[in-house]
C-alpha cells in the first residue's frame, strides 16, 4: 500500500507559476482555469515590517474526501494509494463535488463539461514518472513520494522537517499536501488561504440513491453502443488494433 | 482518442532522422518516445525563445503538430526545468495573431493599411529600396536594430551591406553599464547568463535585482539551492519583492542612492579589516586610493544619504566580511536607471573585489570561453564615415558590438553626423524597449524605409512599409550558441520542429534570400543552415548528429581560480594585468577614477518615482499575447503606498491613467495599495499597455512604463538611458 503525499518548500518556492503552466499543458487544461494554481498573500504588516507569503495549490488527496461524499454518480472515488480520482465517463458535471471541496482544487471544463483536478499525475506514476509539475519547478521546491516508505524525501520531510499541512479545528479532513516555511509566512499563508467547509448537497444520501443506478443505465447504454460499434467495425473488416 | 499506429509512428521517425543530417526539415531527437496524455509521441531537443536564457527544451511532436513543450533533462543548464514561459511556448507557435505573411504598406505611415505580397514582390521591393539608399546616401544610412541571436545572418548581412550601424536594446537599455563597469575593473565583462555561483555561496546580495520575479530558470534553481543550503540573503529594493520576502536583511532604499550604500559597505570592510586581505594584495591595485577615498564615507554619512539606518548598513557589511569569499553581489541585468550606471557598476565589481568573489566558490565564476570554427567569408566593406550611435565616440566605452539604440534615434532625429534613412528592426518592439517614444515615433516619421521582421505585429508595425514573417523559435535554424558563461560551459542547437506554419520563414532564409538580390551572395557560402552549423561546431570535436540529437554538448568547466590552466586568458585582462579598484582609464576620460555618489533628484511635489520590474510569466513586451501566460496575468497593476494612497485619494481597484511631470499619459492601470513599497515610488511591471491592434488578447491591456519615460538620463560613458528618473502621478477621474 501507497500514501503519496506532495511538499512544496515554501523557502525556495519564488512563485514563478511553472508548475500551473506545464500541468495545464500536460493535461490540456483550458486557459483560465488550473489543477495547480499559485497565489501570493497581501503583504502584512506595516513598513519596513512586512511579510507575505506564497501558496502553491493543488488537490490535496484527503484522507476523508468530502468531494467523494457529495459525488452522486460514482465517478470521485479513493484509490487505495490515497489518490482522488475521477472517472471522466462516469461524471455528470452535477459540480457538487467543487461545492464541496474545502480547497478549490476543482472545475469544471467547459469544454468536457466534466470535473478536473490534480490526480498527482496518476498516469505519469504509473509510468515510473514524477509529476510534471516537480519535473518542471524552476526552484526544485516540490516533492512527490510514499509517505509509507520511510527512506523517502517527503516521509523525511513531513515527519524530521516538520512540513504541515493547512487544515483548521472544524475543516480537517487529512490533506496529504504539506508545506515548509518560514513560520511567519507559513501562517500568514494558512490564514489567506483556510479550507472552507464543504458545502455538501443537503438530501446528499437520497440524491445519489437515485442518481446512482440511473448513471450506470446511462454508461451501460454508452458501453453498449460502442460495442456495437466494435463489432460492425470487425464485421466490415476495418482493423485499427494494432499493438 | 487517437489511435497509435506504431508502424506509421516508426516511419515518421525514421523519416526524420534521416532528414535531420542532410537538410532544412525538422529534425528528430535521439531522446526516447514519450507521452502525451494517452498519446505516443516524439520527442525534439531544440532551445526555448521565450527570453534569452538558453533553456534547453524537448518538443514532443505528434502528426506534424507540436502538443507539448518541457525541459530537455540532458541539457547542462537547465536539466530538464523550464519556467511558465518556457511551457507556453506553443501559444507563440500557435498564436492565431501571428504574422502570416509579407505585407507592404498601402495607407499613410501609422494607419497600418498593408497589401498581402509574396516573398519575392517583399524581397524584391525591399532589395531596390535598398540599393537606391545606398547610391543616393551611402550604406551607413541604413539602421539595423536586431534582437536575440536569430538576427545573427541578418547581422552578416547588414555589415556585408556595408553599414556599422546596428544597436540592440540589451546594451543601452539593460546591461550595458554592467559590463562596461565589470571591465574596467576585472578586464571582462559578465556575458549571458551572468555567472553567478548561487548555489554555493553563503551570502547574496542584490541591488536591485528580483530574482524570483525576474525568473531566468537555471539562475532560480541556483538561487532557491543556495538558500536552501543556508545562505542569507540581503535585498536592497525599494519595494518588497519576491526576494525581499525571503531576505534575511531587507534594504528599502531611497531610490538612487545604491551608491553612497555601496561606498559606507566598503568603508566598513576596510576600516575593520573584514576584506580579503591576502587577495587585495595579491591581485588588485589602487587599494591606498580606495581606502582614502571611502574613508569619510561611513555608514552615518550613507544613513543621511539612502534612508537606510546606520546600524543596517553596519551590520549588512559585517555579514559580508564574516562570508567572504563566498558572496555573491549579483551584478545584476537591466540596470539603466540613473546615469550614472557604469560608475554604480564599478561600485559593485569593487565591493566583489574587496570580499575576494572573483573568481572564488560561491561568488562570481569564470568562464571557460568555447571558440566556434570560422567560415571564410570575404571582407566587410569598412565604412567611411563611421559609426552613427556615438559607441566609441561621444560615448567612449560604449559596445561596438552592440551598439547604442538611442544614438541611432538621435542621429536619425537630428541627421548628425549623417541622415539615417531606413531601419530595420529585427525581433524587437521600439516603442516598448526604447524611452522616450514619441522620439522614437518622430525618428521613424523621418524615414524613407522602415522594415520591421518578427513574428508578431508589434508596436510599431503599423509605421512599417515591409513586413517580413518570420518563423518561430519552433520552426527555424538560429545559429548554433556558444555558452562560456556557464559552469559546464555548452554548445546548443536551435533546430526546426515542425515546418514553418503560413508563409513565415527562418530569419536565415530571409537574410539569404536579401543576399542574393543585393548581390551578396559570398557572404552565405552555404546552401543550408546545418551546413553553416557544421562549420562552426565541428572544430569542437561535435557530431552534429548529435547535437542535433540531444540538443546540447557539454565541456568541463574551469569555473574558479584554482581549476585555471596556463593556456587560459590572463585571469585579469586589464592593462595592468590586475583589478583595477583604481580606474586609470576613467581618469584620463576625465570621469571619477574611484566611484562618488553624486545627488539625485528627488520627485516634485505630489509626484512619485516610476520603478518598474518584470513578473515570472512574461519576457519584454514578447508574451502577453500568449494565451496560456495572458490568463495567468492579463494585466499590470501600479503598487502605491498605503499612504501615499490616501495622500492622493486613490483607492485600490481603482483603474486610472498615470502622467508625468512632462505631460506623457498612460493606458489606465488598476491601483493596488499596499504596504510593500516605499511612499516615493509607484511600480509597474513592464510589457503591458501595448497599442498594436494586431495583438487581441494583449492590446490595451495595462499601462506601459515606456509611455512614462519622456526623460532619460543618458551615461555619458557609455550611452546608457538611464530610465528610473520620470516622475508620474494618478490622474483621477
Known amino acids: 500500500m501507497s500514501r503519496y503525499a506532495m511538499v512544496t518548500d515554501l523557502r525556495k518556492c519564488v512563485g514563478c507559476e511553472a508548475c500551473t503552466v506545464a500541468c495545464n499543458a500536460e493535461w490540456s487544461v483550458p486557459a483560465g482555469f488550473a489543477r495547480t494554481h499559485v497565489r501570493k498573500t497581501e503583504i502584512a504588516g506595516t513598513f519596513p515590517n512586512l511579510t507575505s507569503g506564497i501558496h502553491v495549490a493543488q488537490c490535496n488527496q484527503c484522507d476523508r474526501p468530502p468531494c467523494a461524499e457529495a459525488c452522486p454518480s460514482g465517478a470521485t472515488s479513493q484509490g487505495a494509494d490515497g489518490i482522488v480520482r475521477v472517472d471522466k465517463d462516469l461524471c455528470i458535471g452535477c459540480a457538487f463535488c467543487v461545492a464541496a471541496c474545502p480547497y478549490d482544487a476543482r472545475y469544471i471544463n467547459p469544454a468536457t463539461k466534466k470535473v478536473d483536478k490534480c490526480d498527482f499525475c496518476l498516469p505519469r506514476i504509473a509510468r515510473g514518472e514524477q509529476p510534471v509539475c516537480v519535473t518542471t519547478c524552476t526552484a526544485h521546491a516540490k516533492y512527490f513520494g510514499d509517505l509509507e516508505d520511510r527512506g523517502s524525501?517527503?516521509?523525511?520531510?513531513?515527519?524530521?522537517?516538520?512540513?504541515?499541512?493547512?487544515?483548521?479545528?472544524?475543516?480537517?479532513?487529512?490533506?496529504?499536501?504539506?508545506?515548509?516555511?518560514?513560520p511567519e509566512s507559513l501562517a500568514l499563508v494558512a490564514t489567506s488561504f483556510p479550507p472552507r467547509a464543504p458545502r455538501l448537497p443537503a438530501a446528499g444520501e437520497a440524491w445519489r440513491m437515485a442518481v446512482r443506478p440511473l448513471v450506470m443505465l446511462a454508461v451501460g447504454a454508452t458501453f453498449l453502443g460502442q460495442a456495437v460499434a466494435f463489432f460492425t467495425q470487425l464485421a466490415k473488416g476495418e482493423n485499427d488494433f494494432e499493438d | 482518442m487517437t489511435g497509435f499506429s506504431?508502424?506509421?509512428?516508426?516511419?515518421?521517425?525514421?523519416?526524420?532522422?534521416?532528414?535531420?543530417?542532410?537538410?532544412?526539415?525538422?529534425?528528430?531527437?535521439?531522446?526516447?518516445?514519450?507521452?502525451?496524455?494517452?498519446?505516443?509521441?516524439?520527442?525534439?531537443?531544440?532551445?526555448?525563445?521565450?527570453?534569452?536564457?538558453?533553456?534547453?527544451?524537448?518538443?514532443?511532436?505528434?502528426?506534424?503538430?507540436?502538443?507539448?513543450?518541457?525541459?530537455?533533462?540532458?541539457?547542462?543548464?537547465?536539466?530538464?526545468?523550464?519556467?511558465?514561459?518556457?511551457?507556453?511556448?506553443?501559444?507563440?507557435?500557435?498564436?492565431?495573431?501571428?504574422?502570416?505573411?509579407?505585407?507592404?504598406?498601402?495607407?499613410?505611415?501609422?494607419?497600418?493599411?498593408?497589401?498581402?505580397?509574396?516573398?519575392?514582390e517583399a524581397l524584391d521591393f525591399l532589395a531596390l529600396k535598398l540599393d537606391a539608399i545606398k547610391k543616393e546616401h551611402g550604406p551607413e544610412a541604413v539602421a539595423f536594430f536586431p534582437h536575440g541571436i536569430g538576427s545573427r545572418f541578418f547581422g552578416t548581412l547588414m555589415k556585408a551591406y556595408g553599414t556599422p550601424n546596428s544597436a540592440e536594446p540589451s546594451f543601452a537599455q539593460c546591461r550595458g553599464p554592467r559590463d562596461v563597469g565589470y571591465s574596467l575593473t576585472f578586464g571582462q565583462g559578465l556575458g549571458s547568463p551572468e555567472p553567478v555561483d548561487l548555489e554555493e555561496s553563503k551570502l547574496i546580495v542584490l541591488i536591485g535585482s528580483h530574482l524570483g520575479e525576474n525568473v531566468f530558470t537555471s539562475q532560480i534553481t541556483a538561487f532557491a539551492t543556495g538558500l536552501s543550503r543556508g545562505a542569507k540573503l540581503i535585498a536592497v529594493d525599494p519595494r518588497f519583492s519576491t526576494a525581499a520576502a525571503k531576505a534575511d536583511w531587507w534594504l528599502p532604499i531611497r531610490p538612487g542612492t545604491d551608491i553612497a550604500l555601496l561606498l559606507a559597505w566598503m568603508n566598513v570592510l576596510i576600516a575593520e579589516r573584514l576584506y580579503d586581505q591576502p587577495y587585495v594584495a595579491k591581485n588588485a591595485q589602487g587599494f591606498e586610493q580606495l581606502a582614502a577615498h571611502v574613508r569619510d564615507f561611513t555608514p552615518e554619512w550613507a544613513e543621511t544619504i539612502t534612508e537606510l539606518p546606520a546600524a543596517q548598513i553596519r551590520e549588512t557589511a559585517r555579514a559580508m566580511g564574516q562570508a567572504k569569499p563566498a558572496v555573491v553581489v549579483h551584478p545584476g541585468r537591466h540596470v539603466t536607471w540613473y546615469g550614472d550606471d557604469t560608475q554604480r557598476a564599478r561600485a559593485m565589481a569593487i565591493l566583489t573585489a574587496l570580499l575576494g568573489s572573483w573568481g572564488r566558490k560561491g561568488g562570481i565564476f569564470l568562464p571557460t570561453p568555447l571558440a566556434p570554427g570560422g567560415i571564410e567569408l570575404p571582407d566587410f566593406p569598412e565604412s567611411e564615415r563611421g559609426r552613427a550611435d556615438g559607441a566609441g565616440g561621444r560615448f567612449p566605452l560604449a559596445s561596438e558590438e552592440l551598439g547604442v539604440t538611442n544614438g541611432l534615434v538621435d542621429a536619425t532625429l537630428s541627421g548628425d553626423p549623417y541622415p539615417i534613412k531606413a531601419w530595420i528592426v529585427y525581433g524587437q518592439n521600439v516603442i516598448e524597449s526604447i524611452p522616450q517614444p514619441k522620439r522614437t515615433l518622430e525618428a521613424i516619421e523621418k524615414l524613407d524605409l522602415m522594415v520591421v521582421v518578427d513574428v508578431l505585429p508589434v508596436d510599431q508595425i503599423d509605421y512599417a512599409d515591409v513586413v517580413l514573417p518570420e518563423a518561430t523559435y519552433l520552426e527555424r535554424y538560429d545559429s548554433p550558441l556558444f555558452v562560456g558563461s556557464a559552469k559546464r560551459p555548452f554548445v546548443a542547437i536551435r533546430q526546426p520542429v515542425i515546418e514553418p506554419l503560413y508563409e513565415s520563414k527562418p530569419g536565415w532564409w530571409i537574410a539569404k534570400q536579401l543576399a542574393k538580390r543585393l548581390g551578396l551572395e559570398g557572404f552565405f557560402p552555404w546552401d543550408t543552415p546545418d551546413q553553416h552549423l557544421a562549420a562552426l561546431v565541428e572544430p569542437l570535436g561535435i557530431n552534429t548528429l548529435e547535437l542535433h540529437n540531444r540538443g546540447a554538448i557539454a565541456f568541463p568547466g574551469r569555473p574558479y581560480i584554482e581549476d585555471r590552466s596556463p593556456d587560459d586568458e590572463p585571469l585579469f585582462n586589464t592593462t595592468s594585468g590586475k583589478i583595477q579598484l583604481f580606474s586609470k582609464e576613467l581618469k584620463d576620460l576625465g570621469a571619477d577614477p574611484l566611484p562618488r555618489y553624486t545627488n539625485v533628484t528627488d520627485p516634485p511635489k505630489g509626484f512619485l518615482r516610476l520603478i518598474y520590474g518584470r513578473a515570472p510569466v512574461h519576457s519584454f513586451a514578447r508574451t502577453e499575447n500568449n494565451e496560456a501566460l495572458h490568463a495567468l496575468m492579463p494585466e499590470n497593476e501600479a503598487w502605491i503606498h498605503t499612504r501615499t494612497a490616501a495622500e492622493l485619494q486613490v483607492h485600490d481597484g481603482d483603474r486610472v491613467p498615470f502622467e508625468n511631470d512632462e505631460g506623457a499619459r498612460s493606458l489606465p492601470v488598476r491601483v493596488k495599495v499596499t504596504e510593500g513599497i516605499r511612499r516615493d515610488c509607484v511600480y509597474l511591471v513592464h510589457g503591458f499597455g501595448q497599442r498594436s491592434k494586431g495583438l487581441r488578447r494583449a492590446s490595451g491591456k495595462g499601462a506601459s512604463d515606456t509611455s512614462l519615460m519622456s526623460r532619460v538620463k543618458v551615461d555619458p560613458l557609455m550611452g546608457g538611458t538611464g530610465m528610473r528618473v520620470n516622475f508620474v502621478r494618478p490622474v483621477k477621474a
Open chain 2, 6 to 120: 506504431r508502424r506509421r509512428f516508426l516511419g515518421t521517425a525514421a523519416a526524420a532522422g534521416a532528414s535531420a543530417a542532410a537538410t532544412t526539415a525538422p529534425a528528430v531527437s535521439a531522446h526516447p518516445p514519450g507521452w502525451h496524455g494517452g498519446e505516443r509521441v516524439l520527442k525534439v531537443a531544440t532551445h526555448c525563445e521565450m527570453c534569452f536564457w538558453r533553456c534547453g527544451v524537448l518538443a514532443s511532436v505528434s502528426e506534424g503538430k507540436v502538443v507539448r513543450l518541457e525541459g530537455n533533462p540532458d541539457h547542462p543548464l537547465t536539466q530538464g526545468r523550464l519556467c511558465a514561459r518556457g511551457n507556453a511556448g506553443t501559444g507563440l507557435l500557435y498564436d492565431p495573431d501571428r504574422l502570416k505573411f509579407p505585407l507592404l504598406r498601402t495607407g499613410k505611415r501609422g494607419e497600418g493599411q498593408f497589401k498581402r505580397a509574396t516573398w519575392d
Open chain 1, 153 to 182: 524525501e517527503v516521509f523525511r520531510l513531513v515527519y524530521a522537517e516538520g512540513a504541515r499541512r493547512i487544515e483548521t479545528a472544524s475543516v480537517a479532513v487529512g490533506p496529504n499536501v504539506y508545506y515548509l516555511g518560514k
